[in-house]
């Protein structure tokens, strides 16, 4: 441990994207930052050569790297944050990433936000807000082979890229639909933006509590995506030999892009709710960057979200969707939403004064 860490002090996580020579430089101007304000920085085993960060302490990788820090500090797309929620969610301590990678839905910054950003981390000027998880069970012949969870999504996927996966879907215990298809997307509310957008599910603002079910290429009449209760477990068994379709085969199922399990035919998956979350740190918002944007051209998006901003913002910004012609709520519109006014007293009336 360095001093600042033996001493009680402050201390922080960083991962980065090593193979990225930008996520490198911002890297070290990060450590420098922390370490000179006297926060104490730890750096993972595999990156500390390409880092060269002298000022750091090298931990290795296991659930203990994050244990006792105050955040994770991430530099580089969203592959490499959930790579670090890995690590971040056993130790119960939130995310915050600069983004590197070409949409970054769960980074909070972008390069350019960089001195802000560390500027509020080291004031404290940052709130941590949970993501929902799945846990993920696999099963066959009612043994479980694997546990597992993930952060944006859980896909049943077909093995054998010439052949049609045939999966029969459950929810709450009863059977749905049965589905020849390319596979089936389980998604949290911070995974529709990910895989399940990609294959046509909706997007669901993070704070709603939902699961989110999207077949992929399915060959059926009824295969729409679907939204269901946070109090719901989904599921997915893999037909076997015999069940109807010759050609079909064995599956995979992916965790995130990054956790692997070999589906063979009669396998059953169970999607839940997860029972820890995933904490990420938001910085506070500065309000009045928004209404800029109204004075864009068509199709530009926004002049650029500021750090913290609202989902909404950040849908705009990532997607460069037009928003040219929006003016906000007026002054009448909006006390109109306040309602009416119930206090008795006259707009400029002292409270708890005389008439």
Known sequence: MTGAE??????????????????????????SRLTGAGVAVRVLEPEAAELGCASATVVPVSPAAAAGTEMVLVIGGDGTLLRAAELARGAGVPLLGVNLGRIGFLAEAEPEDLSQAVHRVLAGEYSVEERMTVDVTVRINGQVLATTWALNEA???????ERMLDLVIEVDGRPLSRW????????????????????GGPVVWPEVEALLMVPICAHALFAGPMVVSPRSVLAAEVIGAG??????????????????VDL????RV?????????????????PGRVEA???????????????????????VEKFGLPVTGWRGRSAASRESMAGPDTTGRAEDEEPGGDA
């Open 6 to 31: 033996e001493a009680g002090g402050r201390t922080m996580l960083l991962v980065a994207h090593t193979g990225r020579e930008a996520a490198r430089r911002i890297a070290r101007v990060v450590v």
């Open 155 to 161: 896909s049943v996927e077909k093995a054998a890229r």
């Open 180 to 199: 020849g298809c390319d596979g089936v997307v389980f998604a949290t509310p911070t995974g529709s933006t990910a895989y399940a957008f990609s294959a």
């Open 243 to 260: 069940g109807g379709l010759s050609e079909t085969s064995g599956a995979v199922l992916w965790c995130d892009g990054r956790r692997k």
């Open 264 to 267: 063979p035919p009669g396998t």
């Open 270 to 286: 169970e999607v839940r709710r997860g029972t820890r979350p995933v904490l990420l740190a938001r910085l506070r918002v500065q």
């Open 293 to 315: 944007a109204a004075g864009q051209p068509e199709g530009s998006g926004t002049a650029g979200t500021e750090v913290g901003a609202p989902f909404t913002d950040r849908l």
